[in-house]
């Protein structure tokens, strides 16, 4: 059997435990000490608290519990009644409150002045409620904003101010809402939001998107900016955006292939926005990507299209080979500050394909620019003439000077009666002669056939033959009778005899 101890001895152990301080004052002492044992940090009833953690989830509350510790760093209010939050639900300033949520309320109001007390929030959850719209300077307030989810609410119209000074903003979530119109000031020269790295239109009313200007965003907040599940018509532009995110594996277009659909001209079911690729009515094709064409003696940049953001190093490979791993680079390549490379005075050898080599602070990438080189200046005279067009010119050349010579040249026929000769006299002895069946002359008889005069432009050679080239001379005249023709050798006459016929 145990020893029993005398109440005194029990006495004496405690006091000896604790000379001076009773057992009850100790505890309470304790209890003071505790972030949680003042009456200006009591946990509020019904809530969970741990540390700087207020959880208050699903505690059936239609308002804010009061009062809030000061030092409350993470306040739970989801899956509550919580339906309207004023501006004084949090009486005293919350300087170290960071997150707030507020989920699964069936929260339709927020006040512009809500966040005034809470200016250094980071993480703000306002989604799964029945928000309509987001009124002018809404998070103003909230500078120091890092993560905002608004997705599954009711919100229909975004007012263009509802995002300012939210400088530090990176992740938006605007998925399952009644959006119509794409919010573009929200992107445009990254002035509004210059953090943003990820923005989520999923499941909204949105029929059209700025293909031309999503397409110019960078490549990194192209892989985080989520279009699917909305009810866009069909169009090839779009379907080169989401084709060139494929082939470029951005993860708003792998994980969510099928999801995204497009709605064609004429038609009640959508269909696959990848689908559109050589099929009626549209019959798209797929645009090559990062291809660049420049002229002879152009200046051109290249610009690496990469998804990493906190690049550690990156260099280019030209097509022969040729590193350029440092600013300024050598001869005619240049890499800029911003990554891209720089070409000037481009050369003909200077086309091909250049690679952009980028190492990330988790996994490296390696991008391809095709340049082509046209074999011209841009301006001015071409140096050399393509050969198609040379040969156009040519046959173009050929068929005018075939056209000139049959139809343009002069007709030296016997029809030409101006310079034909005076005929000779009716008397004359050689035009009875019996061995002449064809005249030697031709006489202009309507409906003959027209010959050529060039053998009567020959002059008369040795043993009365006649000479290529020569001119025939007319012999003197001593009378009416004199006169005499010149034979023509070609004629019936001249075939028997090698002497002119004399009467």
Request: charged letters at 20%; glycine letters at 6%; one cysteine or more.
């Given at each position: 059997p ?15 435990a604790g000379p001076?301080?009773?057992?009850m ?16 940090g009591s ?18 509350l239609?308002?804010?519990?009061t009062p809030?510790?000061?030092f409350?760093?993470v ?14 639900w949090?009486p005293?300033?919350l300087?170290?409150l960071?997150?707030?949520?507020l ?9 512009t ?10 993480h703000?959850?306002l989604s799964?409620n029945?928000l309509r ?8 307030d909230?500078s120091?904003?890092?993560v ?6 009711e ?5 263009r ?32 939001l ?5 923005l989520?239109l ?8 700025p293909?031309?200007?999503?397409q110019?965003?960078?490549?990194w907040?192209?892989?985080r900016?989520?279009?699917h599940?909305n009810?866009l ?8 955006l989401v084709?060139?995110?494929r082939?470029?594996q ?22 696959g926005i ?5 099929q009626?009515?549209?019959?798209c094709?797929?645009?090559?990507e ?5 002229h002879l003696?152009?200046?051109v940049?290249?610009g ?16 022969g080979g040729?590193?350029v791993l ?6 005619s390549a240049a890499l ?6 720089q070409l000037r005075?481009?050369?003909p050898e200077?086309a091909?394909?250049?690679?952009c080599?980028?190492?990330g602070?988790?996994?490296n990438?390696?991008?391809y620019v ?9 301006h001015?005279?071409?140096?050399t003439l ?8 040519g ?12 139809y343009l040249?002069?007709?030296?026929c016997?029809c ?7 005929p000779a006299?009716r008397?004359?002895?050689i035009n ?5 069946t064809?005249p030697n002359h ?5 409906g003959?056939?027209?010959r ?8 008369p ?8 080239g020569?001119?025939?001379q007319a012999p003197p ?10 034979s ?6 001249s075939v ?8």
């Open positions: 145990r020893p029993q101890h005398p109440p005194e001895a029990m006495g004496q152990s405690t006091a000896a001076g301080v009773p057992p004052s100790l505890l309470l002492l304790l209890l003071l000490l505790s972030p949680w044992g003042s009456a200006a946990c509020p009833p019904r809530c969970v608290c741990a540390s700087n953690i207020l959880s208050c989830s699903q505690a059936v239609s308002t804010v519990p809030l510790p000061r409350t760093a306040l739970d209010l989801s899956h509550n009644n919580v339906t309207r939050l004023r501006a004084d949090a005293g300033r300087a170290h960071h997150a707030l949520l989920s699964h309320n069936g929260l339709s109001f927020v006040s002045e809500a966040f005034t007390h809470v200016p250094h929030l980071r703000l959850d799964s029945r719209a987001l009124e002018e300077n809404l998070f103003s909230l120091e904003l890092e905002l989810l608004l997705y599954n609410n919100i229909a119209s975004v007012d101010t509802a995002f300012e000074n939210l400088g530090r903003l990176r992740k938006l979530y605007l998925g399952q809402n009644r959006i119509a119109r794409f919010p573009l000031e929200l992107l445009r020269d990254g002035s509004r210059p953090q943003l790295a990820l989520d999923s499941a909204n009313r949105l029929h059209s998107v293909v031309g200007e999503l110019a965003l960078p490549a907040l192209r892989d900016l989520y279009l599940a009810p018509a069909c169009s090839c532009p779009l379907f080169q084709a060139r995110g082939h470029r951005l993860s708003a277009v792998v994980d969510f292939l099928e999801e995204l659909r497009c709605l064609p001209p004429a038609a009640t079911a959508p269909v990848l689908s559109l690729a050589g009626q009515p549209l019959n094709s797929e645009a090559r990062a291809v660049l064409e420049a003696g152009d200046s940049t290249l690496c299209d990469t998804r990493l953001r906190a690049v550690r190093q990156r260099h280019w490979v030209t097509p040729e590193r440092e600013e300024g680079g050598n001869g800029l500050a911003n990554g891209s490379l005075a481009l050369r200077d091909g394909t250049y690679a080599w980028v190492a602070p988790l996994l990438e390696t991008l095709e340049l082509l080189v046209h074999n011209f200046t841009l001015g005279p071409h140096d393509n050969t198609a067009y040379t040969t156009l010119v046959c173009i050349l050929s068929v005018v000077l075939v056209l000139i010579y049959l040249t002069p007709c030296r016997c030409c009666r101006g310079a034909e000769k005076p006299p008397d004359d002895s009875s002669s019996v061995l002449s064809t031709a006489t202009g008889v309507p003959e056939p027209c050529s005069r060039s053998a009567s432009a020959t002059g050679g040795q043993n009365g033959r006649f000479k290529v020569g001119t025939p005249r001593h009378g009416p009778k004199a006169q005499r023709k010149v023509d050798p070609d004629s019936v006459s028997f005899s090698d002497t002119p016929i004399v009467v």
